[in-house]
Protein backbone atom coordinates (compact mmCIF):
# COMPACT_ATOMS: atom_id res chain seq x y z
CA UNK A 1 0.00 0.00 0.00
CA UNK A 2 0.96 3.29 -1.24
CA UNK A 3 2.28 5.71 1.53
CA UNK A 4 1.65 9.47 0.87
CA UNK A 5 4.07 12.09 1.30
CA UNK A 6 3.36 15.20 2.68
CA UNK A 7 4.59 19.21 2.55
CA UNK A 8 2.79 21.46 4.79
CA UNK A 9 2.80 24.98 3.20
CA UNK A 10 2.37 27.29 6.53
CA UNK A 11 3.09 26.43 10.23
CA UNK A 12 0.12 28.33 12.06
CA UNK A 13 -2.60 26.85 14.44
CA UNK A 14 -4.17 25.04 11.51
CA UNK A 15 -0.90 23.96 9.74
CA UNK A 16 -0.19 22.38 13.41
CA UNK A 17 -3.26 20.34 13.44
CA UNK A 18 -3.21 19.07 9.87
CA UNK A 19 0.69 17.71 10.44
CA UNK A 20 -0.35 16.08 13.81
CA UNK A 21 -3.32 14.25 11.92
CA UNK A 22 -1.04 13.05 8.67
CA UNK A 23 2.60 12.25 11.28
CA UNK A 24 0.04 9.85 12.86
CA UNK A 25 -1.44 8.40 10.18
CA UNK A 26 -0.13 5.03 8.82
CA UNK A 27 -0.53 5.69 5.38
CA UNK A 28 0.98 9.39 5.26
CA UNK A 29 4.58 10.91 6.05
CA UNK A 30 5.56 14.32 6.61
CA UNK A 31 8.56 15.20 5.07
CA UNK A 32 8.86 18.94 4.94
CA UNK A 33 7.74 21.80 6.50
CA UNK A 34 7.65 25.85 5.17
CA UNK A 35 6.85 28.71 6.08
CA UNK A 36 7.89 32.56 6.69
CA UNK A 37 8.24 32.61 9.88
CA UNK A 38 11.56 30.27 10.60
CA UNK A 39 10.58 30.08 14.60
CA UNK A 40 7.03 29.22 13.82
CA UNK A 41 8.19 26.09 11.46
CA UNK A 42 11.04 24.91 13.55
CA UNK A 43 8.76 24.25 16.49
CA UNK A 44 6.77 22.51 14.85
CA UNK A 45 9.45 20.56 13.34
CA UNK A 46 11.05 20.00 16.75
CA UNK A 47 7.92 18.68 18.04
CA UNK A 48 7.40 16.23 15.18
CA UNK A 49 10.78 15.40 14.55
CA UNK A 50 10.66 16.78 10.87
CA UNK A 51 14.13 17.59 9.09
CA UNK A 52 13.38 19.04 6.26
CA UNK A 53 12.16 22.46 6.36
CA UNK A 54 12.40 25.42 3.95
CA UNK A 55 11.35 29.27 3.29
CA UNK A 56 10.59 28.30 -0.34
CA UNK A 57 8.02 26.13 -1.17
CA UNK A 58 8.70 26.20 -4.48
CA UNK A 59 11.93 24.53 -3.42
CA UNK A 60 10.52 22.55 -1.48
CA UNK A 61 8.45 20.66 -3.60
CA UNK A 62 10.92 20.21 -6.35
CA UNK A 63 13.19 18.82 -3.47
CA UNK A 64 10.83 16.44 -1.36
CA UNK A 65 8.27 15.54 -4.60
CA UNK A 66 5.52 15.34 -2.25
CA UNK A 67 2.69 13.99 -2.99
CA UNK A 68 0.37 15.97 -1.10
CA UNK A 69 0.98 19.75 -0.05
CA UNK A 70 -1.01 20.97 2.42
CA UNK A 71 -2.11 24.99 2.02
CA UNK A 72 -3.48 26.13 5.60
CA UNK A 73 -3.24 30.08 5.34
CA UNK A 74 -5.01 32.80 5.30
CA UNK A 75 -7.89 32.43 2.67
CA UNK A 76 -6.30 35.24 0.92
CA UNK A 77 -3.68 33.06 -0.11
CA UNK A 78 -5.79 30.17 -0.87
CA UNK A 79 -5.77 30.93 -4.82
CA UNK A 80 -2.80 31.87 -5.26
CA UNK A 81 -0.72 29.45 -3.56
CA UNK A 82 -3.40 26.87 -4.77
CA UNK A 83 -2.70 27.79 -8.68
CA UNK A 84 1.13 27.30 -8.06
CA UNK A 85 1.05 24.01 -6.33
CA UNK A 86 -1.04 22.53 -8.44
CA UNK A 87 1.05 23.33 -11.63
CA UNK A 88 3.61 20.86 -10.43
CA UNK A 89 0.69 18.16 -10.61
CA UNK A 90 0.62 17.63 -6.77
CA UNK A 91 -2.84 17.00 -4.99
CA UNK A 92 -3.49 19.50 -2.53
CA UNK A 93 -5.48 20.10 0.67
CA UNK A 94 -6.35 23.75 1.55
CA UNK A 95 -7.67 25.01 4.16
CA UNK A 96 -11.15 26.30 4.02
CA UNK A 97 -13.19 28.30 2.99
CA UNK A 98 -11.54 27.17 -0.82
CA UNK A 99 -10.84 30.65 -2.10
CA UNK A 100 -12.60 34.31 -1.45
CA UNK A 101 -14.62 34.42 -4.99
CA UNK A 102 -15.98 31.70 -7.04
CA UNK A 103 -14.23 32.98 -10.27
CA UNK A 104 -10.88 31.88 -8.53
CA UNK A 105 -12.56 28.60 -7.22
CA UNK A 106 -13.63 28.08 -10.93
CA UNK A 107 -10.19 28.04 -12.09
CA UNK A 108 -8.13 25.91 -9.42
CA UNK A 109 -10.99 23.42 -10.02
CA UNK A 110 -10.26 23.61 -13.64
CA UNK A 111 -6.64 23.92 -13.34
CA UNK A 112 -6.88 20.23 -11.10
CA UNK A 113 -9.04 18.75 -13.87
CA UNK A 114 -6.29 19.37 -16.46
CA UNK A 115 -3.27 18.49 -14.18
CA UNK A 116 -4.97 15.39 -13.12
CA UNK A 117 -5.07 16.06 -9.38
CA UNK A 118 -7.33 16.31 -6.26
CA UNK A 119 -8.44 19.42 -4.76
CA UNK A 120 -9.68 18.17 -0.46
CA UNK A 121 -10.85 21.02 0.84
CA UNK A 122 -10.22 20.95 5.34
CA UNK A 123 -13.94 20.90 6.53
CA UNK A 124 -12.59 18.19 8.94
CA UNK A 125 -16.33 17.82 11.03
CA UNK A 126 -17.68 16.44 7.88
CA UNK A 127 -15.05 13.50 8.32
CA UNK A 128 -15.29 12.99 11.95
CA UNK A 129 -16.73 10.37 13.52
CA UNK A 130 -19.69 12.71 15.17
CA UNK A 131 -20.72 13.66 11.64
CA UNK A 132 -20.35 9.64 10.90
CA UNK A 133 -22.76 8.88 14.32
CA UNK A 134 -25.26 11.47 12.73
CA UNK A 135 -25.67 10.09 9.43
CA UNK A 136 -25.70 6.60 10.89
CA UNK A 137 -28.67 7.78 13.15
CA UNK A 138 -30.43 9.15 10.04
CA UNK A 139 -29.97 5.96 8.41
CA UNK A 140 -31.39 4.10 10.72
CA UNK A 141 -34.47 5.71 10.82
CA UNK A 142 -34.06 7.04 14.26
CA UNK A 143 -35.55 10.76 13.30
CA UNK A 144 -37.98 9.32 11.12
CA UNK A 145 -38.19 11.64 7.61
CA UNK A 146 -35.42 14.39 7.69
CA UNK A 147 -37.62 17.96 8.00
CA UNK A 148 -35.73 20.74 8.25
CA UNK A 149 -32.27 21.74 9.62
CA UNK A 150 -30.79 24.71 11.96
CA UNK A 151 -27.41 26.16 12.31
CA UNK A 152 -25.18 28.75 14.11
CA UNK A 153 -21.96 30.02 14.68
CA UNK A 154 -20.03 31.48 17.38
CA UNK A 155 -21.34 34.54 17.87
CA UNK A 156 -18.66 36.61 15.62
CA UNK A 157 -19.59 39.56 13.77
CA UNK A 158 -21.76 37.76 11.20
CA UNK A 159 -20.22 38.41 7.92
CA UNK A 160 -16.81 37.91 9.57
CA UNK A 161 -18.88 34.17 11.00
CA UNK A 162 -19.70 33.59 7.86
CA UNK A 163 -16.78 33.14 6.18
CA UNK A 164 -15.16 31.48 8.57
CA UNK A 165 -17.15 28.79 11.28
CA UNK A 166 -20.33 29.08 8.22
CA UNK A 167 -18.47 27.32 6.18
CA UNK A 168 -18.11 24.39 8.69
CA UNK A 169 -22.18 24.86 9.49
CA UNK A 170 -23.26 24.89 5.64
CA UNK A 171 -20.33 21.36 4.96
CA UNK A 172 -21.99 19.80 7.47
CA UNK A 173 -25.28 20.71 6.35
CA UNK A 174 -24.59 19.45 2.45
CA UNK A 175 -22.85 16.30 3.74
CA UNK A 176 -26.41 15.07 5.14
CA UNK A 177 -28.86 16.92 2.93
CA UNK A 178 -26.72 17.06 -0.20
CA UNK A 179 -26.86 20.20 -2.54
CA UNK A 180 -28.70 23.75 -2.13
CA UNK A 181 -30.76 24.87 -5.32
CA UNK A 182 -31.15 28.24 -3.46
CA UNK A 183 -30.41 30.95 -0.90
CA UNK A 184 -32.56 33.71 0.90
CA UNK A 185 -31.02 36.00 3.16
CA UNK A 186 -31.51 39.48 5.82
CA UNK A 187 -28.58 40.98 7.18
CA UNK A 188 -28.27 43.90 9.80
CA UNK A 189 -25.69 46.32 10.45
CA UNK A 190 -26.96 48.33 13.92
CA UNK A 191 -30.23 47.06 13.95
CA UNK A 192 -30.70 48.55 10.49
CA UNK A 193 -31.04 46.82 6.97
CA UNK A 194 -27.42 46.75 5.15
CA UNK A 195 -26.28 49.10 2.81
CA UNK A 196 -23.63 49.39 0.54
CA UNK A 197 -21.33 51.18 2.63
CA UNK A 198 -21.28 48.03 4.88
CA UNK A 199 -19.15 46.23 3.01
CA UNK A 200 -16.24 45.48 4.63
CA UNK A 201 -12.84 43.53 3.61
CA UNK A 202 -13.01 40.72 6.17
CA UNK A 203 -10.34 40.44 9.26
CA UNK A 204 -7.60 37.74 8.20
CA UNK A 205 -7.76 38.17 4.87
CA UNK A 206 -11.67 36.40 4.26
CA UNK A 207 -12.96 38.65 1.40
CA UNK A 208 -15.27 40.87 1.46
CA UNK A 209 -18.53 40.72 3.48
CA UNK A 210 -21.61 42.40 5.03
CA UNK A 211 -23.74 42.43 7.92
CA UNK A 212 -23.63 41.89 12.02
CA UNK A 213 -26.51 40.11 11.96
CA UNK A 214 -27.09 37.51 9.32
CA UNK A 215 -30.59 35.04 9.09
CA UNK A 216 -30.60 33.13 5.95
CA UNK A 217 -32.93 30.83 4.74
CA UNK A 218 -31.58 27.61 2.53
CA UNK A 219 -33.42 25.92 -0.13
CA UNK A 220 -31.75 22.09 -0.63
CA UNK A 221 -32.31 20.39 -3.98
CA UNK A 222 -33.91 18.13 -2.36
CA UNK A 223 -36.89 19.92 -1.00
CA UNK A 224 -35.69 20.24 2.94
CA UNK A 225 -35.54 23.26 4.07
CA UNK A 226 -32.74 24.75 6.63
CA UNK A 227 -31.54 27.97 8.47
CA UNK A 228 -28.33 29.37 9.26
CA UNK A 229 -27.86 32.05 11.91
CA UNK A 230 -24.51 34.19 12.21
CA UNK A 231 -25.22 36.62 15.00
CA UNK A 232 -22.49 38.89 16.66
CA UNK A 233 -22.87 38.41 20.64
CA UNK A 234 -21.10 40.57 23.21
CA UNK A 235 -18.16 37.74 23.34
CA UNK A 236 -17.56 34.84 21.35
CA UNK A 237 -19.24 31.78 22.65
CA UNK A 238 -18.72 28.64 20.86
CA UNK A 239 -20.97 26.56 22.48
CA UNK A 240 -23.46 28.23 19.83
CA UNK A 241 -21.77 26.35 17.18
CA UNK A 242 -24.16 23.58 16.08
CA UNK A 243 -25.92 21.95 13.55
CA UNK A 244 -29.70 20.36 14.00
CA UNK A 245 -31.48 17.99 12.53
CA UNK A 246 -35.23 17.78 12.77
CA UNK A 247 -37.31 14.95 11.23
CA UNK A 248 -40.84 13.26 11.79
CA UNK A 249 -39.75 11.51 15.11
CA UNK A 250 -36.85 13.05 16.45
CA UNK A 251 -33.86 15.16 16.61
CA UNK A 252 -29.91 15.20 15.96
CA UNK A 253 -27.89 17.59 17.19
CA UNK A 254 -23.96 18.13 15.56
CA UNK A 255 -21.05 19.85 17.07
CA UNK A 256 -17.47 18.79 15.92
CA UNK A 257 -16.26 16.31 18.17
CA UNK A 258 -19.96 15.41 19.52
CA UNK A 259 -23.77 14.26 18.39
CA UNK A 260 -26.80 14.05 20.27
CA UNK A 261 -30.24 11.95 19.37
CA UNK A 262 -33.54 13.42 20.67
CA UNK A 263 -36.36 10.39 20.48
CA UNK A 264 -39.02 13.04 20.07
CA UNK A 265 -39.56 15.43 17.38
CA UNK A 266 -40.37 18.28 19.80
CA UNK A 267 -38.27 19.08 23.12
CA UNK A 268 -39.60 19.72 26.37
CA UNK A 269 -38.01 19.83 29.67
CA UNK A 270 -39.06 17.43 31.76
CA UNK A 271 -40.46 14.53 29.16
CA UNK A 272 -37.30 13.53 26.77
CA UNK A 273 -34.47 14.54 26.92
CA UNK A 274 -31.27 14.68 24.98
CA UNK A 275 -28.99 11.24 24.36
CA UNK A 276 -25.33 11.24 23.12
CA UNK A 277 -24.81 8.96 20.49
CA UNK A 278 -22.27 6.33 20.17
CA UNK A 279 -19.23 7.49 18.50
CA UNK A 280 -16.84 4.90 17.25
CA UNK A 281 -13.34 6.05 16.95
CA UNK A 282 -11.15 5.44 13.64
CA UNK A 283 -9.25 2.23 13.06
CA UNK A 284 -5.76 3.37 13.98
CA UNK A 285 -6.33 6.44 15.75
CA UNK A 286 -4.87 7.28 19.58
CA UNK A 287 -7.05 9.14 21.72
CA UNK A 288 -4.45 9.81 23.49
CA UNK A 289 -2.14 11.22 21.15
CA UNK A 290 -1.82 14.84 20.07
CA UNK A 291 -3.98 14.37 16.71
CA UNK A 292 -7.64 15.32 16.82
CA UNK A 293 -10.07 12.67 16.02
CA UNK A 294 -11.75 14.76 13.01
CA UNK A 295 -8.40 15.35 11.80
CA UNK A 296 -6.87 12.26 11.39
CA UNK A 297 -10.57 11.17 9.87
CA UNK A 298 -9.96 13.43 7.51
CA UNK A 299 -6.74 12.58 6.39
CA UNK A 300 -7.92 8.86 6.45
CA UNK A 301 -10.45 9.70 4.19
CA UNK A 302 -7.89 11.60 1.77
CA UNK A 303 -5.88 8.52 2.17
CA UNK A 304 -9.00 6.51 0.63
CA UNK A 305 -9.84 8.74 -2.26
CA UNK A 306 -6.58 8.68 -3.30
CA UNK A 307 -6.21 5.07 -3.58
CA UNK A 308 -9.15 4.55 -5.75
CA UNK A 309 -8.67 8.06 -7.86
CA UNK A 310 -12.01 9.53 -6.69
CA UNK A 311 -12.37 12.48 -4.93
CA UNK A 312 -12.38 13.12 -1.28
CA UNK A 313 -16.11 14.19 0.33
CA UNK A 314 -14.80 17.50 1.32
CA UNK A 315 -13.64 18.13 -2.36
CA UNK A 316 -12.95 20.62 -4.66
CA UNK A 317 -15.99 20.77 -6.16
CA UNK A 318 -17.90 20.35 -2.56
CA UNK A 319 -15.64 23.39 -1.73
CA UNK A 320 -16.75 25.37 -4.63
CA UNK A 321 -20.50 24.71 -3.75
CA UNK A 322 -20.13 25.83 0.10
CA UNK A 323 -18.76 29.10 -1.29
CA UNK A 324 -21.58 29.36 -3.88
CA UNK A 325 -24.01 28.95 -0.92
CA UNK A 326 -21.38 32.18 1.36
CA UNK A 327 -21.93 34.76 -1.61
CA UNK A 328 -25.23 33.53 -2.58
CA UNK A 329 -26.01 34.88 0.87
CA UNK A 330 -24.71 38.07 1.27
CA UNK A 331 -26.16 38.92 -2.54
CA UNK A 332 -29.06 38.12 -1.39
CA UNK A 333 -29.21 39.63 1.57
CA UNK A 334 -27.51 42.94 -0.56
CA UNK A 335 -30.38 42.74 -3.41
CA UNK A 336 -33.08 41.48 -1.04
CA UNK A 337 -34.16 38.50 -3.90
CA UNK A 338 -33.69 34.94 -3.80
CA UNK A 339 -30.64 33.76 -5.40
CA UNK A 340 -30.49 30.48 -7.29
CA UNK A 341 -27.82 28.54 -7.36
CA UNK A 342 -25.08 27.65 -8.90
CA UNK A 343 -24.49 31.91 -10.04
CA UNK A 344 -24.39 32.61 -13.33
CA UNK A 345 -22.19 35.93 -12.71
CA UNK A 346 -19.06 34.53 -10.67
CA UNK A 347 -18.12 38.09 -9.81
CA UNK A 348 -17.91 38.89 -6.65
CA UNK A 349 -22.03 40.28 -5.52
CA UNK A 350 -20.85 42.59 -2.88
CA UNK A 351 -18.07 44.36 -5.32
CA UNK A 352 -21.15 44.45 -7.53
CA UNK A 353 -23.63 45.68 -4.83
CA UNK A 354 -20.72 48.72 -4.70
CA UNK A 355 -20.25 49.73 -8.23
CA UNK A 356 -23.84 50.02 -8.71
CA UNK A 357 -23.98 52.63 -6.59
CA UNK A 358 -20.89 54.34 -8.13
CA UNK A 359 -19.08 52.91 -5.23
CA UNK A 360 -15.23 51.17 -5.51
CA UNK A 361 -14.67 48.20 -3.62
CA UNK A 362 -13.73 48.96 0.12
CA UNK A 363 -10.24 49.06 0.84
CA UNK A 364 -8.33 46.45 3.47
CA UNK A 365 -8.72 47.13 6.93
CA UNK A 366 -7.14 45.66 10.45
CA UNK A 367 -6.48 41.93 10.10
CA UNK A 368 -6.50 40.49 14.07
CA UNK A 369 -10.09 39.78 14.02
CA UNK A 370 -10.16 41.81 17.50
CA UNK A 371 -8.83 45.17 16.24
CA UNK A 372 -10.95 45.01 12.79
CA UNK A 373 -13.91 44.37 14.70
CA UNK A 374 -12.86 47.79 17.56
CA UNK A 375 -12.49 49.47 13.79
CA UNK A 376 -16.07 48.65 12.85
CA UNK A 377 -17.54 49.54 16.01
CA UNK A 378 -15.73 52.66 15.92
CA UNK A 379 -17.29 53.29 12.11
CA UNK A 380 -20.45 52.49 13.33
CA UNK A 381 -20.47 55.62 15.91
CA UNK A 382 -19.86 53.13 19.01
CA UNK A 383 -16.59 54.52 20.38
Not at 19 to 37: K, S
Amino acid sequence: MKTYRVAILGCRGRGGAAARAYAVHARTEVVALCDLLPERMHALGDELGIAARYGDFHQMIRTEAPDIVVIPTATELHYELSMAVLEYGVHIDVEKPICTDLSEADQLLSLARKKEVRIAVHHQGRSGAAMKAVKAAIAEGKIGQLRSVAGSGKGYYAGYGLMNIGTHVLNAMLGVVGSVRAVTAIAQVDGRPVQPDDVLVAAGGMGYVVGEDITAGIEFASGVQGVHLQQRFSSVDSRAYRVEFAGSEGRLLWRTDEAWLLPDPHYVPGETDWQPLPISMPLGFDPSGTANESEYSYVDDFVCALDTGTDHECSGAEGLHVLEVLLGIFESAATGRRVALPQADRTHPLVRWRASTGMEPPQAGLRPYAEWLREEDRRLGRL
